[in-house]
């Protein structure tokens, strides 16, 4: 089973930006889908955003326009750039491999299916 490594959180102001990484330990290309998500203490981890085997895209809609995921199947990582921060974007954020799924029949919304990894602490300060 593939073992994924996040990377690249820190403390930033709001209004900043900051890169994640995740670093897959074998080959991502088989997955269809690759998803960054969040979890803050004592809620339910939620996707925020996914990327398919082509362009298919997902985004939360509260990171819609500040947030882009990037895949690269040659390098086995997904990249998570977020920019304009909000201190609600306070979180740990996971990445993990996935398959197809859909809210409501028609809205791509995959769902993991890999081992969660320790996941990159983001705090956007006020």
């Known amino acids: 089973q593939v073992q994924l490594v996040e990377s690249g959180g820190g403390l930033v102001r709001a209004g900043g930006s900051l890169t994640l990484s995740c670093v897959a330990s074998?080959?991502?290309?088989?997955?269809?889908?690759m998803g960054w998500y969040r979890q803050a203490p004592g809620n339910q981890r939620e996707l925020v955003a996914a990327v398919g085997r082509g362009s298919t895209r997902y985004y939360k809609d509260s990171v819609k326009g500040r947030f882009t995921i990037f895949r690269d199947n040659a390098k086995n990582t997904v990249t998570l750039q977020m920019t304009s921060l909000k201190p609600e974007d306070t979180d740990v954020y996971y990445c993990n491999v996935g398959e197809d799924g859909y809210l409501n029949s028609s809205i791509w919304y995959p769902y993991p299916i890999g081992s969660w990894g320790q996941g990159t602490q983001v705090t956007v300060s006020s």
């Open positions: 074998g080959s991502i290309s088989s997955f269809n889908a």
